[in-house]
């Protein structure tokens, strides 16, 4: 197909995706070469990002598109991005002998990126997603994750009992307002690995999910309401991570 | 001046902002009610709403505009945003006997925000923030603190040292990447309040901060290059939250 008519501005229903920018599209080369079905370069590309990012091509045998204006204009979603990486997408399976971060029904994009870096920085890089739920592919998710996204295993699964029974041999610690106990005072006395579980932005977890293993909360003030669900995520993965 | 010229879409030189919502309204309200200086609202919100802030409104003597449609329509982000709360900005000042946080320099609203409601909630309600620096005022930071902005104390200062001359009696707590402690073993073994400071986004503290007290780092491993800016905040926050 013309490539023109090939990269259109990125929806979920589309078999590729996008990193935009110098940054982002190289983190894609170095984790995920062989997913990478082309990078288009635009003619305002300052000449030393141009040399870079050429000789990564050429040593990972990956196709440079230049004369495509016209395509990234049409694409990217900031003027300054005048690098796209075109991203194959891909399925991928979770590890059993590892560590989970279980979302269920993440809706923020930005979020998502954001606990995807976080997490993998702690440690964890197996990460469950309920549906419906964001698009992990999203060029948003991949720029707030910093290039982490390519470096982590994913699967969404259509309910949580699929991935329980998948997975029956983890310890899961839900995370909830009412949860029974304190993350700080924790004490992990099972040396099987973990998945730790979290619901949406703005709803949480439902009551039933006290019911599948030890509910947790992190302790806060009542001049909020609840934590950001980033921030959640990331203090559980750098607690967990220094409780082990 | 009519409320047509006075309400234009939002820019940093105005006196006034806005919250946008229902519930980002109601919180300025309860918060900082002697700052409303009127609530608008559209035909479109449905008449519990309306209810609600009309009484809540009157209790608090604050004038409620109809019919300004097209004022809402300029001014709002978002189209489902049917109510705007008008907010006079105003000036506060530090608690020299409380913990705060410092931010040098942080540039992305959405990061500010979240901070903002993170500390709070574990009990850090004094920001101090170095300019050049993003605006506090803006709707965006008040969005993304889910009405926490009006909650806290904060001042502007154009440089480290006004600050630091100011709370010569704090003890200082620079974040950086380098830093010389961790985190996680940190020991607060001064009764003094502190400050915890961190650098903005991308480039961090410049080295000479660790002169000005004991440097900490979070400890993550090498697969990212950083925590994002609103992550190490609130992950610093909750620790020494349980430190004291």
Redesign the interface.
């Known amino acids: 197909m013309a490539t023109d008519k090939r990269y259109k501005k990125y929806n979920r229903k589309m078999s590729h995706s996008y990193s935009y920018g110098t940054f982002a599209t190289i983190d894609l080369i170095k984790s995920k070469p062989a997913q990478v079905e082309c990078v288009l370069i635009h003619d305002k590309l300052d000449s030393s990002n141009q040399d870079r990012l050429k000789e990564l091509c050429k040593s990972n045998n990956i196709e440079i598109k230049t004369n495509v204006n016209k395509v990234i204009e049409r694409v990217r979603d900031k003027e300054s991005c005048n690098v796209i990486g075109v991203l194959k997408k891909y399925d991928l399976e979770l590890e059993h002998v590892s560590n989970h971060i279980v979302l269920v029904n993440p809706s923020d994009m930005?979020n998502l990126g954001?606990i995807i870096?976080?997490c993998?920085?702690?440690?964890i890089?197996n990460i469950a997603i309920i549906t419906p739920a964001a698009d992990i592919f999203h060029p948003k998710v991949i720029r707030a994750s910093?290039g982490?996204v390519f470096?982590v295993q994913f699967k969404y699964y259509s309910d949580f009992e699929t991935y329980k029974n998948t997975f029956i041999n983890h310890v899961f610690y839900p995370f909830m307002l009412d949860g029974g106990i304190d993350l700080?005072t924790a004490k992990l006395e099972d040396a099987r690995n973990y998945s730790l579980i979290f619901g949406n932005e703005s709803s949480g977890l439902d009551p039933s999910y006290s019911n599948i293993g030890t509910s947790i909360f992190?302790r806060?003030?009542h001049?909020?309401?609840s934590?950001?669900l980033?921030?959640a995520v990331?203090?559980a993965a750098?607690e967990f991570n220094?409780k082990q």
Chains 1, 2 share one sequence.
């Open positions: 930005g954001t870096r976080t993998l920085g702690f440690g890089s910093m982490a470096q700080k992190i806060h003030n001049r909020i309401d934590l950001n980033a921030m990331g203090i750098y220094h």
